[in-house]
């Protein structure tokens, strides 16, 4: 009776067990984590008697939660992914209003500037269009500057995110480490390898908790349950019952921006980099991805229209006669330029070093932040890094000399001095700040600069029907040197005023007109200018690196001996030797031109043109004076070029009427000018002029003249006399390209190192039509030029130029700031449903494991209650047998 009694016994134990574990399913539905439990059940063992074994009941082999490390992994994973999403999702919300909205946006802004530019330019001497130019250029900078603003307020809240979440995950970990020494301490009371299910649950729930700030690695000790959580790339955040503590740092490279660290022992080790997932996660990525990028680009833009609109206001004209000067504040201003550079605060001291960062060309400028690393082996050794792609960009050693610079991506960094020591490492932010420090620098309507300082004007007594135009401006520095050119040193002035006279129907010379009474070459000289009939001319270079070099060596200075013949210039050999610079490359080649000995100028010209970069030109000027006629009954004799000089009766040999003969000779391809004395011979292509005397008793003075000094002064003569005479050698202009230079092994036609002018004067012009020698046109200052709205249709036109990154317009590039947040913040919506999707998933096949099934469980009780209900039974029945056993003994 006593075994049936016992069986009946552990009945009623083991199923009120499977009661109790079923209530407390029940009770615990909607506790957070919980996973089901569920009694196992294992029969005792049976006692061996003659009919065999006899079972003995039922016990409680362990109380088992229902749970799966698989999924619950995944979980913690999909709770990482999609709380990253969602951080992104809502810090990119909040900059794709503020940019693609009406009220806080650029583009009414920047429409508004350009429109009233525009109506500025229609009527320029309007005072109430200047001063709604100022209004809505103040209207601009205040929307840059508010834009900067509210960026800047985004990177302010991430930081305070990062604050609160490393405050949460800090909670959560030593939260996790106390209940690892729960779970700790509970397996080893409990014995026989007993979990302590409720514990494993908080610990699990934890773990997901924090899968919401981080993503997480997590390794279970199999012994006792406790689990080991491990950060971004193996930083240990909890390992058994200790917790690391994380904390936020200033970023060492900026210290606007927060990072993370984990404390160990004592020691802050910066993990930003390593961290990933998780709301963080994806603080970090936003923050260091697009939301940087808008503020670089936005920058980017106003820096690119502060700079371009700069430089049109500063090639034109105000109303008090003035250079333009600025508009807005100057890009490269000193103090800004050196708030382009951070020091990382991790270098060593001393801390005198100075780096600035000029910009150079805001069309090459990136959205991009770099990194000037001292990596050595010495501490000269740099490199510049890319930290958007982490490229290097650049990589040289630090000379000694200060300032030292280099040109990177539109921007030069300059080194102006100090202690750089290996390790020391610098920040560059070209154009982070740029729409901040985005500034009105104009305030007075008559300081706006709507016209050009430059004009034209043909004179009225032209025959033929050429054209010039009113002129470009180009610069007033010179863009290479950044100092001021001549040309407009004077205020008010163009100095000095040009003019511009056909020599003959296809060769035309550029003067000084300072003294319009009396034209003086220029210098460096434009003489002897080919002029293409019908076709557009273009007056003076583009290019700022050019430069004028003529032939004024020895031999230029001297003629040759009159004599029988055969004549000869007198020109010495020489080897010129020509160095071209890559303005890109700064690789330098070098080429040789030799000249041989009584080369005529237009042979040297065309050796020279056939040099890349070179273009030469040459003339030949000869002065006749002193004509000597013995009286007998023959005229004066006279040869020029083979071509024997006739005066046909009754015209006499006078200079003027020799002149005359030598114009008429179709076979001369010589001009002649007389002033009745003397007559000026000019070969336009730069061929030897030959002039013989045959008279008996003849003479004529042949003089070389000096076609770069005011009033053509003579530099040397020589007497032909009857049966004599003498070649004169020409003149040689060149201009060279930017980067070529030459230099000679003597002294010839042109000087061992002959000064290279610039031939830059900032502005050019373009003359087209039929040219008739004797014509001429002036280039001078637009004195009182009010009603000249061509700068301000330049500064309107900038509009739609292709400025930023050389192919579009601000509007296009602020479009397209916007167009990609937008697609950020759309991308970043499309994850966060996906990745929502996928935890919904992955939580609900959790919940078909591990959660709490009403239905199910109301069937366990159901069949618990019965069998418990039988148990009690068994042991009435034994107790009734055992009650039997004992009436039959009375």
């Known amino acids: 009776m006593a075994d049936l009694i016992n069986i009946g016994i552990s009945g009623l134990k083991t199923h009120q067990v499977g009661l109790s574990v079923t209530g407390n399913n029940v009770a615990n539905i909607n506790t957070p984590g919980y996973s089901r439990q569920e009694a196992i059940f294992v029969d005792k063992p049976g006692e061996l008697t003659a009919a065999g074994y006899v079972g003995q009941g039922a016990s409680v082999d362990a109380i088992r939660r229902i749970t799966s490390d698989f999924v619950l992994a995944q979980q913690r994973f999909d709770t990482s992914i999609y709380n990253e999403r969602e951080a992104i999702l809502d810090q990119a919300s909040v900059i794709d209003n503020l940019l693609a909205s009406e009220a806080t946006g650029l583009t009414p802004s920047l429409s508004r500037f350009f429109e009233s530019l525009q109506g500025a330019a229609e009527d320029p001497t309007s005072v109430p269009q200047r001063q709604l130019l100022l209004t809505q250029a103040e209207g601009l900078v205040s929307r840059f500057q508010t834009l900067a603003a509210r960026l800047e307020g985004v990177v302010a809240n991430i930081n305070q995110n990062l604050e609160a979440d490393v405050s949460s995950i800090n909670a959560l970990a030593q939260g996790l480490a106390e209940t690892n020494a729960a779970i700790a301490l509970a397996s080893s009371s409990t014995g026989e390898g007993q979990k302590p299910n409720q514990l494993l649950d908080e610990r699990d729930e934890l773990l997901r908790e924090l899968s919401e700030y981080v993503q997480l690695s997590v390794v279970e000790n199999p012994n006792n349950g406790t689990v080991n959580v491990y950060l971004g790339k193996g930083d240990p955040l909890v390992l058994g019952n200790s917790a690391s503590q994380l904390q936020t740092i200033r970023n060492p490279a900026d210290g606007r921006l927060l990072d993370l660290a984990i404390v160990k022992d004592g020691l802050q080790q910066n993990i930003t980099d390593n961290v990933t997932g998780g709301s963080v996660g994806g603080l970090l990525a936003f923050r260091d991805g697009e939301l940087t990028t808008s503020i670089n680009a936005i920058g980017r833009i106003a820096m ?176 290479l040197t950044n100092q001021p050119l001549s040309e407009f040193a004077v205020p008010g002035e163009l100095s000095p005023p040009l003019l511009i006279r056909f020599v003959t129907d296809n060769y035309y010379e550029v003067l000084d007109n300072s003294n319009p009474a009396s034209p003086e070459p220029l210098s460096p000289p434009i003489n002897n200018q080919f002029y293409a009939q019908g076709l557009s001319n273009m007056l003076f270079t583009s290019d700022p690196g050019e430069t004028l070099v003529s032939a004024t060596g020895p031999d230029t200075l001297t003629l040759p001996a009159a004599g029988a013949g055969p004549f000869v210039n007198g020109y010495g050999a020489q080897t010129l030797q020509v160095q071209s610079r890559d303005t890109n490359t700064g690789i330098v080649t070098s080429q040789t031109v030799n000249i041989a000995a009584n080369s005529s100028a237009r042979q040297i010209a065309q050796d020279l043109t056939a040099v890349e970069g070179i273009k030469a030109n040459a003339y030949t000027q000869v002065r006749l004076t002193n004509f000597v006629d013995d009286g007998d009954p023959n005229p004066l004799g006279l040869i020029i070029n083979g071509e024997t000089i006739t005066v046909t009766p009754p015209a006499t040999y006078t200079p003027v009427e020799i002149a005359r003969a030598i114009n008429d000779n179709p076979n001369l391809d010589v001009i002649a000018v007389s002033d009745g004395t003397q007559i000026d011979l000019r070969s336009v292509t730069g061929e030897d002029i030959v002039i013989e005397v045959t008279g008996l008793g003849d003479s004529v003075d042949v003089s070389r003249i000096d076609p770069y000094a005011a009033g053509s002064p003579v530099v040397a003569t020589q007497t032909v006399n009857s049966a004599q005479g003498i070649a004169v050698a020409g003149a040689v202009d060149m201009s060279m390209a930017q980067g070529i230079s030459f230099t000679s092994n003597t002294a010839t036609v042109f000087d061992l190192a002959p000064p290279a002018l610039s031939a830059y004067r900032g502005f050019t012009f373009e003359i087209q039509g039929e040219s008739v020698k004797g014509d001429e046109f002036t280039i001078e200052y637009n004195t009182d030029g009010v009603s000249d709205n061509r700068n301000a249709l330049a500064m309107a036109g900038l509009e739609f130029e292709g400025l930023v990154e050389g192919s579009v317009s601000y509007g296009e590039s602020y479009a397209q700031v916007v167009e990609k947040v937008g697609t950020v913040t759309n991308r970043a919506r ?15 096949l959790r919940d078909s494991i591990a959660a709490v099934n009403l239905d199910e469980e109301a069937g366990k009780l159901v069949q618990f209650q019965a069998a418990y209900n039988a148990s009690a039974q068994v042991v009435s029945v034994a107790r009734d047998l055992f009650d039997t056993l004992l009436g039959a003994f009375r």
């Open 830 to 844: 499309l994850e966060s449903e996906s990745a929502k999707a996928l935890l919904d998933q992955t939580s609900g």
């Open 304 to 479: 690119t229209l502060a700079d371009s609109m700069n430089d049109q206001h500063a090639v034109g004209m105000d109303l008090e006669n003035n250079l333009g000067g600025l508009f807005f504040a100057d890009i490269n201003d000193p103090a800004v330029a050196a708030e382009r550079v951070l020091a990382n605060s991790l270098n060593t001291p001393p801390y005198d070093q100075s780096v600035s960062i000029f910009i150079q060309d805001t069309s090459q400028l990136t959205t991009d932040n770099y990194e000037l690393r001292f990596e050595g082996p010495t501490d000269a050794d740099f490199i510049v890094v890319n930290q958007s792609t982490d490229e290097t960009v650049y990589k040289s050693t630090l000379s000694n000399v200060f300032p030292s610079r280099v040109s990177i991506d539109g921007f030069q960094l300059s080194f102006n001095g100090g202690t750089f020591k290996e390790g020391d490492r610098f920040t560059l932010y070209p154009t982070q700040a740029g729409a901040i420090n985005f500034e009105q620098v104009i305030d007075r309507v008559d300081e706006i600069a709507l016209a050009s300082p430059i004009r034209s004007r043909s004179s009225l007594g032209n025959i033929g029907n050429a054209q010039i135009t009113l002129g470009e401006m180009l610069d007033v520095n010179n863009p």
